[in-house]
């Protein structure tokens, strides 16, 4: 890292136990999970900012990525029952929705010649439907779209229909390989921590179980991403143990494209309580997680959860990525009081991440870049 940067940190006044960690983190250095907790402890949110951004120069220049990518989300029907969401219903219920096959393809079609690389695929855990429909939706969006990236199901998703169809997670993620699943997204990790689970997702996939997932994933050459739903009841001795879990999972497989922190936001679910964190918290939390998962190549600041504003900010804060147009294709975080119509052109993203001093660069699910 510069050294102008290791002589501002010289000459700056905050304590020393923290200039040691920014000198160490400045120099290249890995933090141990007790100074990413004294991070989270600390008030400096300039420094932090500061060695979070250069270490995403360091890692992608001034470049931010982002996709052309749509969501289908083919029902929120839910055999759990997670206290922060917002989105579920029970079969039948007021609310709740089941997308036939015909309508999930006519959805599909709506894009063809749109120039979309991804197509995300997030849903409830409905108890009536199998591998077998799912690897079948996989084909069709394939037939419609073969040029579409199909990155889908999260790993509370993949258990269920494992244990639905008698498989072992590495049979059930074949079998959906097989049918063209390229990528997994990173939600259900919320936080990878079972006292922290029993409280806002007892039904839920174990922690154990969410990075067996993973791993065999990564196994299988299907690249994954990890998510961390923060700012609810959980300490920042949970989140350390939550970012410690995927840096060592990623040092053994690498198979991790990005991490991706979600805020809780708290309207219409039943942990509406807690309230929600600031932007402050939002913005810390960004640099920790870009200073602690060295291995990680990108962050990203998911605009359609944290909104345009804050995503601008977390650009300076360690964040390379802003996920993609989404096309007003998903209800997960508009439910929960988040963006109302989640949709950006490429022209609006363009102008968002140029608005921040930095360089839009169109990207694939694998990060390769789109000229
Ligand atoms: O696991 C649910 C979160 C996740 C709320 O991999 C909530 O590219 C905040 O994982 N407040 C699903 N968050 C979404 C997800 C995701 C999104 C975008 C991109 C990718 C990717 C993955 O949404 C869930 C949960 O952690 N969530 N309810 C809520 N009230
Ligand atoms: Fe179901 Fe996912 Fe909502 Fe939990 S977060 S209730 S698993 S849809």
């Not at 141990?32 to 992608?60: D, H, R, T, V, W």
């Not at 990236?149 to 639905?164: D, G, L, S």
């Not at 739903?229 to 840096?247: F, P, T």
């Not at 809780?264 to 997680?289: F, I, P």
């Amino acid at each position: 890292m510069e050294n102008s940067i290791k002589s501002l940190i010289e000459c700056s006044e905050v304590a020393l136990e923290l200039k040691k960690i920014a000198l160490n983190v400045a120099s290249g250095g890995r933090i141990s999970p007790s100074e990413a907790l004294e991070l989270y402890n600390c008030n400096e949110l300039g420094l932090l900012g500061m060695l979070a951004f250069e270490i995403k120069k360091q890692k992608s220049g001034l470049k931010v990525f982002y996709n052309r990518n749509f969501h289908i989300e083919p029902t929120n029907v839910c055999i759990n029952n997670c206290k922060f969401c917002s989105y579920s219903r029970k079969k039948g219920e007021n609310g709740a929705w089941e997308m036939s096959m015909d309508e999930i393809i006519h959805k599909v079609s709506q894009y063809k010649g749109s120039r979309a690389t991804e197509c995300h695929i997030v849903g409830g855990v409905h108890p009536e439907r199998d591998i077998e429909y799912y690897g079948q939706l996989i084909k069709n969006v394939k037939n419609i779209m073969p040029e579409l990236v199909v990155k889908a199901f999260t790993a509370v998703e993949i258990e269920y229909m494992a244990q639905k169809a008698g498989l072992s997670i590495e049979g059930a993620l074949l079998y959906l390989k097989k049918c063209g699943l390229q990528s997994i997204p990173g939600g259900g990790a919320e936080i990878l921590d079972e006292e922290v689970r029993k409280k806002i997702c007892p039904e839920k996939t174990t922690a154990t179980k969410w990075l067996e997932i993973h791993q065999t994933a990564h196994k299988l050459g299907i690249t994954t991403n990890a998510t961390m739903l923060y700012g609810h009841v959980e300490s920042y001795s949970d989140r350390v143990e939550h970012l410690s879990k995927l840096r060592q999972l990623q040092d053994k497989t690498g198979g991790f494209s990005a991490f991706i922190p979600l805020k809780y936001r708290k309207e219409n679910n039943q942990l509406n309580l807690v309230g929600e964190v600031s932007l402050v918290e939002d913005l810390k939390n960004y640099a920790v997680s870009r200073i602690f998962l060295d291995n990680f190549p990108h962050i990203k600041a998911y605009w359609v959860m944290s909104g345009q504003e804050t995503t601008r900010l977390a650009l300076q804060f360690g964040a390379d990525d802003i996920d993609g147009t989404v096309n007003d294709s998903t209800k997960i975080y508009s439910m929960a009081g988040a963006e109302k119509k989640p949709i950006m052109t490429v022209e609006q993203i363009q102008n968002l991440v140029r608005s921040a001093g930095l360089v839009p660069v169109e990207r694939d699910t694998f990060y390769n870049e789109i000229k």
